[in-house]
Nanobody, 119 residues
């Protein structure tokens, strides 16, 4: 039984900042890559950022220099620090993690958290 849950979303003005968190819980053996995806209305879900267990990170071009992904392995948590937010960042943000639990290794998803950037 593995559960991921995002937090930290909300309404922010353009140029503002938000920090998203995602904590994994349950009978977790290990967590490999973790990441953040987002989906805006009428658009496909896209990868925003991903991070390996040792801290290597990858970002979609549109957020480079503005977003920072990090993780706390002791707490099974991944973060997304978002700054200089733009209206185009408005989306539901989903946490993803590749997790060993029991005899199963597979991606898990959180239910999503809404980020709205608007004046």
């Amino acid at each position: 039984q593995v559960h991921l849950e995002e937090s930290g979303g909300g309404l922010v003005q353009p140029g503002g900042s938000l920090r998203l968190s995602c904590a994994a819980s349950g009978d977790i053996i290990s967590i490999k890559d973790m990441g953040w995806y987002r989906q805006a209305p009428g658009k496909q879900r896209e990868l925003v950022a991903e991070i390996t267990k040792d801290g290597g990170a990858n970002y979609v071009d549109s957020v480079k220099g503005r977003f920072t992904i990090s993780r706390d392995n002791a707490k099974n948590t991944v973060f997304l620090q978002m700054s200089s937010l733009e209206p185009e960042d408005t989306a539901v943000y989903y946490c993803n993690a590749y997790i060993w639990a029991g005899l199963v290794e597979r991606p898990y998803w959180g239910p999503g958290t809404q980020v709205t950037v608007s004046s």
